[in-house]
């Protein structure tokens, strides 16, 4: 019959031919006929946050740029991948390092999920609210990563509208105020699109506590603790999130979603196939332990996130990993911790260090939020006698950060907002250029531009 | 066509068919008479002795003489002789009335005369205007290979066959003059019996390691080799345009044998041998390893503690410096004493085996004026000479030809069933390459542990030292299963419309099935993980049908001496393939390996189409075969192109003058024949992706919940609707002479292809959410020489024949990308770098520049060097002269797998019944990235190391032979930085093929009532001579990257076969 049909359109008619050259993807969806109902765009919004979840975010890469960068992890392999990673710990990475490179791309690929969801959800009839949600979603990630990459980076191209490939190649580095502004305006719109909580199956998404604190990070960031105050007390008062009793719960993989944590990637070991879920260990090694010794010495006595730094083994497997990141490996060879980006305890933190700058106060608000990350952890509480100034208040609370946080992604980014990061590396060893407190941008971006005045390396590079 | 009509053609093929069996019977009586005659050579008038003349339809023969004559007793009824001598066209003569024949038989290795195979249809050698390589069933036949491309090595100028891995079944690499493309693919398009071949079938595999993909099976090996009449190689532009959008890598044309008009010939060809590895590498023993291991401990225990000493115990160490890779393991120190009766396992001995080959094939042909036909089957079986691999194959063939009046109608259908045991050998030791283990693995270990299970104790050995799997246990204990199974067929119709004009309609299918299961079970472990692994399974299923309807015309006329053809096609093809997929794992044990005994974690099933339509046509004319012209063009739609460029059009034309014609020439007694020709036709690549031009969506979920799996989609490409074939336009220039008497001829070509519109993955900016994107940009340019040289020479019954064959290609780039700049990908590793750049040829190698070691500490301090250098570390050339060495700015191009050039050397000697043949292929000025070498050769003592290893410098007064660095766990300066270290030279020639046969004179086949016996012994691959140390020069990993070809990561050595034939025929 098809053949019959073939020599027909071989007598010259013409109109068969469209037919049978014209075939569309059946097993793929493309870009031509999605986006189009309110089913479209779930998917959408979570292929958006599939891309924090990739190995070159808080799937892995993320814990060379911002921790082993940082005095708190020591990476100890030169020969692993002719020192890609190593390099970064030790400040000498060449502008092509893959990581950065990838960790860039990455970035923007979830940044153009975003701004695909954001350009074509508005001419698309759907319930009010769960458009208000996935365009808050579709912000809070956007701004997320813009945060990212503004910290390590500094001036990127805002890109907030999907562009062509051909766009692209006019895009020039905008100044950091600028992307700043833009993620102030992604989480102010998202809080108010975003809902305070969710229940089953949507509880991981984006809320509005989640764009809030995420605010107040921005904003400290910015040092604009005034306006850091009012928003992340808002995530405080709220009580929806509260400090767990013991803070190894916070972590266990048991015990995930838990009331201390805003904003989590989350991920799931086992899926297998290509579309797995997990990752490798976090900070795993097999080559001796790769936690600094000072930040081990940091800790004062008794204190219980002390242990969550040890490297600990995991069964059937020669690699030990710290405590805080403690997972069995499934039957495909991955292990499912979710990231905590944003916690109670970091908002408590944040807020005490924006009410300090804001003004400091002996033993006012910001000594008791400290202090009651200090307390659940086991130790001494603050008095205001041992700190006795801001100065004293300041390089407490980022003490405080380093051991709170430690491994979670914020220390590099404390060094660097507070100015001290030289400083810190040189207790273990390594001298910081100062030009480094910002990566350089990856070699392809800047070859693929080819303009040194729209787009030119970071000084010093 | 009616029922009726079909009914008549039934009718009159049973009544062919009656005539046929009537022909077979006919030589049951008759009167005697007798003949005689002389039998020599139509170019030089030599004697031919020891020709075949055989009474057609009988089993009556007689052999010529040494002075090449013959004479025989006639059957009554005999009516027709038949001449056939080996390397010579057969002849057939009507013996009429006469009592004397003499006949002069054309040698088939210069033959003008002889019938070439081009593009819908054929033609007569000496009209040719275009650079065809032909070759033909003797040149193939009786050798132990897999496929018929394997015994295409050496044969053809310009047409490179590298069999880049030995394991049976696997795919060659063929390029025809050079690589013209970077990502698209370079594979020629195989035309059987007029079926264009889909290139997709190759990867229906899939792989078990996406990182080292393994090396693709070859869907050829299906086609029996001895099945093949004729395989014809379009090498121009212009012989190619006929298949337009799938002609710019060359099309090979393949022909199958048909039954010819005569008695049926039952033929029956066997071949049984042996393989075993051409080579093994040269390895220590356990005693050097053992030596090696602790002097790479002590250099970096005291890098780390100068003031220590090696003589320091493990409790010291541990205090000392802590690092595990500085203790020394209580399993090398009862080696370093020197104790004898020590494990001692040579793992490559392990997983080699002598693993045995035959092949079987039984065919009946024959036929008459009106019904033809050709009925074959054939068993192929191949161990590998690695444990737990092989090849089997079950086909046959059935093709019938019928004729009748005006319409003739035919088939051939080749169902093939063949099973692959598979073995994972591409890749290192971290993607369970068998082979890379094998090498890798320490010889302190034994294979079994004494109560017969396998030792793992390399596997988390502890001691800072790299986990290794039992390679044994790998090789043996995976199971991964192919089993294809293919329904190659066409079928056709003719029809005679007027004087010279016949329509053609031809109808075609290749349908493939391929299932492959993969099982690994508990028994071999996890890397770095103890204790019995949960088994993993995946099962793949992929079915491919592929359909093509052609409708053409043909005319052809003689007016004068004026000759004209002309053919006008229309034809249609779709390639539908739908595949399943599904992964388990959690199997409760290893007693039922199919994945219901697991949960199944991931599956999936997919659909692919591709369409094409085309409209062709070509006109030929000559003048009384002196001055020739052609002219062809192909229109291709396909559905791969983008909307805004569906239909490309691919023109050519070529003129050739037959010189030697020319009455200025004709008093020339050297010159035989001098034709010269030029061409020049535009070609095309439609080897791009099925969707290429759509910005696809991909699943991209997330975990939301209690772990729950959401659905995500997000764009992975972005939209180009531009997107279209790649384009060749090739120059060709040549002539074909041959000389004193057609004993020598000389073939030359020039050609010049321009291939622009190339398909790259772009860089784009990053920030547009896409890394690359699928545009048509870049040229490349091959240009070469090719040049053919033959001979044949008779010194009584003692008869030379000889072709020679050089091809030089020079690739270079032309241009890339909007900014021009060099594409630099990584190979295996991220250090192993390719860099394709404007000026240069595709991918070379770009690395570091080694320099020797540095000696001594004064030599350390004189020079640049990285931060942690130390004597006996390697020099790295400081190549931009910055005074500093840095991994990537000095980087320099260290090489091309591309060879300088190519050659080939075809002896056949015969003798009475005796015949030699010895078969010589040369590839020399290529380069190979060894990157086992960064595991085997980088002197850790972690992994096993090459016996060169031996050479490493030791001390400043001790400094080896200056080139191999100092044995360290813990390497300083970065030795393993990817260097020219690793770059080797991967020139060789290659005794191919050696065979000795001999036949049985005629007067004793009589008696036994035969028409052919021969007897042979072939040698395949005997000796290879080469400076390469790696298993086999001809390697690349992933020889389908143009960008990043050459890497040696692992590979099945390829084997040595030794084997004893026999063909018969009745």
Known sequence: ?461 | MSIFSCKRLLDRARQGALAGLFVLMAHLSYAQTSVSGRVTDAATGDALAGTTVQVKGTNVGATTDAGGRYQITLPSGARTLVFSFIGYQPNEVEIGNRTVVDVRLTNADNALGEVVVVGYGVQNRRDITTSIGSVKARDIANQPVTSFDQALVGKIAGVQVAQTSGAPGAALSVRVRGTGSISAGNDPLYVIDGIPLSRDTKFATGSTNTQFPDNPINVLSTINTDDIESIEVLKDASAAAIYGSRGSNGVVLLTTKHGKEGRTTVSYDTYVGFQQVTKKLDLLNAYEYAQLNYEGKNNAYLDRNPNGRPTDSNEIRQRGVGAPSTLIPPQVTPYLSGQSGLTNTDWQDEIFQTAPIQNHTLSIAGGNANVRYYVSGNYFDQRGVVINSGYKRYSTRANVDIKSGKLSVGFNLNPTFAHHDLIKAEGPYLADGVIGLAVQIAPIWPVYNPDGTYNFDANGWGFGATSILNPVAVAREVSDKLDHLRLLGNAYAQYDIAKGLSYRLSVGSDINNFQRTYYRPSTVEIRDRKGPSVPTGFARNQNFINWLVENTLNYSRTIGLHNLSALAGFTAQKDRRTSAELTATNFPNDLVQTLNAGQVTAGGTDIQEWSLLSYLGRVQYDYNGRYLVSAAIRADGSSRFGAANRWGYFPSVSAGWNVSQESFLQSQTWLSDLKLRASYGLTGNFQIPNYGSLSLLEYRNYILGADVITSGLAPVNSANDKLKWEKTAMLDIGFDASFFRNRLSLTVDYYNANTSDLLLNVPVPRASGFSTELQNIGKVNNRGFEFSLGTRQTFGQFQWTASANLATNRNRVIALGPSGDPIIVSGGVAGAQFITQIGSPIGQYYTMLVDGVFRNQAEVDAYPRTATTKPGDFRFVDVNGDKRIDFSSDRTVTGSYFPKYTFGFVNNFAYRGFDLGVTVQGVQGNKIMNLIRRYIYNEEGNGNQFRGALNRWQSPDNPGDGQHNRANRLQTGSNGEISTWHIEDGSFVRIRTISLGYALPTTLLQKLRMTRARLYVTAQNPFTFTNYIGYNPEVSSRPDNALSAGEDYGTYPLPRTMSLGLNVSF
Not at chain 1, 397 to 423: C, H, K, P, S, Y
Request: aromatic share 10%; hydrophobic share 40%.
């Open chain 1, 1 to 461: 019959m098809k053949n019959a049909f073939i020599l027909l359109c071989g007598l010259g008619l013409a109109a068969c031919q469209n037919d049978f050259l014209d075939l569309k993807p059946q097993s793929q969806p493309n870009v031509d006929n999605f986006y189009q109902t309110a089913n479209d765009f779930g998917n959408a919004v979570n292929g958006a946050y599939d891309a924090l979840q990739s190995s070159n975010q808080y799937g892995g890469d993320f814990n060379t740029l911002i921790e082993a960068r940082g005095d708190n992890v020591l990476d100890n392999d030169p020969s692993s991948n002719a020192g890609l990673r190593y390099n970064i710990d030790r400040f000498i990475e060449p502008t092509t390092n893959t990581i950065l490179r990838d960790t860039w791309g990455s970035l923007y690929t979830g940044i153009n999920r975003c701004n695909l969801i954001l350009d074509k959800i508005d001419a698309v009839a759907m319930d009010a609210r769960l458009k208000a949600r996935y365009k808050g979603e579709a912000q809070f990630i956007r701004a997320l990563s813009y945060f990212n990459l503004v910290r390590l980076w500094g001036k990127v191209p805002l890109v907030l509208q999907a562009g062509t490939t051909t766009d692209a190649r006019s895009y020039v580095r905008n100044e950091v105020t600028e992307v700043y502004a833009a993620i102030e305006k992604d989480l102010t719109d998202a809080a108010a699109n975003l809902p305070a909580s969710y229940t089953g199956a949507d509880i991981g998404r984006a809320t509005s506590g989640a764009a809030k604190g995420l605010l107040g990070k921005v904003y400290v960031t910015e040092k604009k603790y005034a306006q850091a105050v009012p928003v992340l007390r808002e995530v405080i008062t709220s009580g929806t999130y509260r400090l767990l009793p013991n803070v190894a719960d916070v972590f266990n993989v048991a015990n995930k979603n838990n009331a201390e944590i805003v904003f989590a990637v989350k991920f799931r070991k086992g899926v297998g196939g290509s579309l797995t879920e997990g990752h490798g260990l976090w900070y795993g090694t097999n080559i001796g332990d790769n936690i600094e010794p000072t930040l081990r010495a940091a800790y004062p006595a008794g204190d219980k996130r002390l242990p969550l730094t040890v490297q600990i083994p995991v069964p059937s497997n020669v690699n030990v990993v710290p405590r805080k990141f403690y997972d069995e490996f499934s039957a495909t060879n991955d292990v499912g911790n979710d990231f905590p980006v944003l916690r109670y305890a970091d908002v408590l933190l944040l807020y005490a260090e924006a009410l300090n700058e804001v003004e400091y106060q002996a033993a006012g608000e910001a000594f008791q939020r400290l202090n009651e990350v200090r307390t659940r952890a086991g130790v001494a509480t603050y008095t205001a006698s041992q700190l006795a100034t801001k100065e004293a208040f300041r390089t407490a609370v980022i003490n405080e950060r380093r051991l709170e946080l430690a491994l979670e992604n914020d220390r590099w980014f404390d060094l660097v907002r507070t100015g001290t990061a030289v400083d810190a590396l040189k207790v273990t060893n390594i001298t910081v250029p100062p030009y480094r407190v910002v990566y350089p941008i990856p070699q392809s971006e800047i070859d693929t531009y080819n303009n040194p005045t729209a787009f030119p390396q970071n000084q010093g590079y």
